[in-house]
């Protein structure tokens, strides 16, 4: 198994559990195919990876699961710093295309950095916090997709899903100092984080296809 990983906090909980649920070779080999989303996003296309949390844009023609990195309402890790030019994040592929579907204008952060900005500053557009404004739907930023052993990735999905991931101290301090906040930042932003694909999810993120189609 050759998991794709994005190192953001937004993914802390699943990282913590894969490790818990991979074997050990896979483990290693997951350590090894990390990225941010676009790249991520390439080595999947490549099938240099098995599977990862594709950017939604760019799940549409694979497999995946009821699994993704949704926000409900507010996100803060995805946001627009508003100008009269628009400059797209290189790390981005959904949150790109999303900017021009919400008719923005202006500098597109997305991840830690994001978080880090939008915790100090307040002259930012939350994006998935509009995008729950202007249609009540929550927004689906990435997909588990998967190339091949679907039933395996079926039980992760299950196992992932079924209960709370409990965050070691030692792990959340770690992972806050790395990201530039704090832990008691870091397990507030956690909260605004779903993992469940439900019902109103795959309509938000239905919707967003649709609108996509008219910008892309």
Known sequence: MVFGKIEYLNLLPFHIFIKRFAPSHAKAIMEHKKGVPAKINKAFVSRRVDAAFISSIAAQKYSHLSLGIIAKQEVQSVIV??????????????????????????????????????????????????????????????????????????????????????????????????????PKEAKEYLKLISYNLDAKAQRGLLKFYKEAKKVI
Request: a positive charge; glycine letters at 4%; aromatic letters at 10%.
């Open 81 to 182: 710093i508003p100008s009269n030019t628009q400059e797209l994040d290189s790390e981005s592929a959904t949150s790109n295309v999303l900017l021009h579907v919400m008719g923005l204008e202006g500098k597109v952060l997305i991840g830690d950095k994001a978080l880090r900005y939008a915790l100090k500053n307040d002259n930012y557009i939350d994006m998935a916090k509009l995008w729950y404004e202007r249609y009540r739907l929550p927004f689906v930023f990435a997909l588990l997709c998967f190339h091949k052993d679907k039933k395996l990735y079926q039980k992760i999905e299950k196992n992932f899903l079924k209960k709370e991931i409990k965050i070691p101290q030692y792990m959340l301090k770690k992972s806050a100092k790395r990201v530039g906040v704090s």
